[in-house]
């Protein structure tokens, strides 16, 4: 296994920038997710790795190697894409050989190594059939074992789940995350779940537009997000943002006014805000709690019942929508106010400009 290094990479088409300047370390072993929006760049800069796309600007080194010119069937890399790219007339055991028999593998060589993959997958009883005859689940497993029979310093993952149904995708996260503690393998990752990537991941890379808005710990992106961006993107359902202002600050102390001129206490880095100054202050729908005398009043637009826990989407006297993450087998009825309260748990602050100036010590360990 190698580790992978891209230094100041950008990539443009023409007079189009896609991937500005990016600069990552990813450790052999680890596994990597980069995470974003459609478009943000994230496939660009895995085929970039992959040596299926030229860089523009900077360098790619895997292994410590510069790779910018060398092909990509030379760069020590396995590729799993969307699509799973089986051959429809070979069976499990020749898509998975297909490769290997090209670059002149002993065949007793080949064998071993398919005999491995198929028992880290559990494909062993299809080896012979052809791809017609599996699941979606089971041929993403064939194209992983493709790539595993390579035995490559790096695997690369394309969205691979995006076709599948969810339970499926759900099935293929275990699998997946199976392979990676078993394999110690070092293995990069794209998509634009972020519950695949929070589920997944040694560490996120958050994009966006190109550029990267923060690199680290799935729960230190969740707990200590930069920016607006990052919080509103991890999490599900995502993080309530309610417009404020700042009425009292003293220290790292301050009381942020909302919604019908509420306010609420939070804790700020010293001197990153002032009295007078307008932020944004960002609730997680689980600390919010139906109480008697919560300060927040919501409407109840729409509650989702899932079982466990039940979604309810209000809307606040300013028209801030906002959802509560609840526990209760009696949630409150369509058309109806409740009055909610922000329970235990970290109350995000982020300035005019949409960068967290929340006290970090406050993040629960």
């Not at 394999?183 to 550029?211: F, K």
């Not at 417009?243 to 939070?266: D, H, K, N, S, Y």
């Not at 805000?273 to 637009?301: C, F, I, K």
């Not at 809307?315 to 109806?336: K, W, Y």
């Amino acid at each position: 296994m190698a580790d992978v290094a891209l230094r100041g990479v950008s990539k443009s088409y023409g007079n189009v920038d896609v991937i500005h300047d990016v600069s990552l370390d990813v450790e052999q072993g680890e596994f990597v997710v980069f995470v974003g929006p459609s478009g943000c760049g994230k496939s660009t800069l895995l085929r970039m790795i992959a040596g299926l796309e030229e860089v523009t600007q900077g360098d790619v080194l895997i292994g410590g190697a510069r790779v910018n010119d060398t092909a990509a069937r030379d760069r020590g890399v396995a590729m799993v894409f969307q699509n799973y790219a089986l051959y429809p007339h070979m069976s499990v055991r020749e898509n998975m050989a297909f490769g290997l028999r090209n670059i002149g593998t002993p065949r007793t060589e080949i064998d071993s190594r398919i005999a491995k993959a198929a028992e880290i997958l559990q494909l062993d009883s299809y080896l012979d059939r052809k791809p017609r005859a599996m699941s979606g689940g089971q041929r993403q497993r064939v194209a992983i074992g493709r790539a595993i029979v390579r035995e490559p310093d790096v695997f690369l993952f394309d969205e691979p789940l995006s076709n599948l149904d969810a339970a499926l995708r759900v099935q293929m996260r275990t699998e997946i995350a199976r392979i990676h503690h078993r394999l110690g393998a070092t293995m990069i990752y794209v998509t634009h779940d972020q519950t695949e990537a929070m589920t997944m991941a040694d560490r996120i890379v958050v994009l966006r537009a190109g550029v990267i808005e923060q690199v680290g710990a799935p729960l230190d992106l969740y707990e200590r997000p930069a920016n607006l961006f990052v919080a509103g993107f991890l999490g599900s359902p995502k993080m309530n943002f309610l417009p404020g202002r700042i009425t009292a600050a003293q220290g790292p102390e301050v009381q942020v006014e909302v919604a019908g001129g509420v306010r609420l206490p939070a804790r700020v880095r010293p001197g990153s805000a002032a009295a007078g100054d307008t932020v944004t202050l960002g609730l997680r729908p689980e600390m919010l709690q139906v109480h008697p005398d919560g300060p927040l009043r919501g409407h109840v637009d729409v509650v989702e019942q899932l079982g466990h826990v039940q979604l309810v989407y209000a809307t606040l006297p300013d028209r801030t929508a906002i959802v509560a993450e609840l526990r209760d087998r009696r949630p409150p009825a369509v058309g109806t106010d409740i009055p909610l309260a922000p329970g235990p748990g970290l109350r995000h602050v982020f300035d005019a400009q949409g960068l967290a100036i929340t006290l970090p010590e406050e993040v629960p360990a």
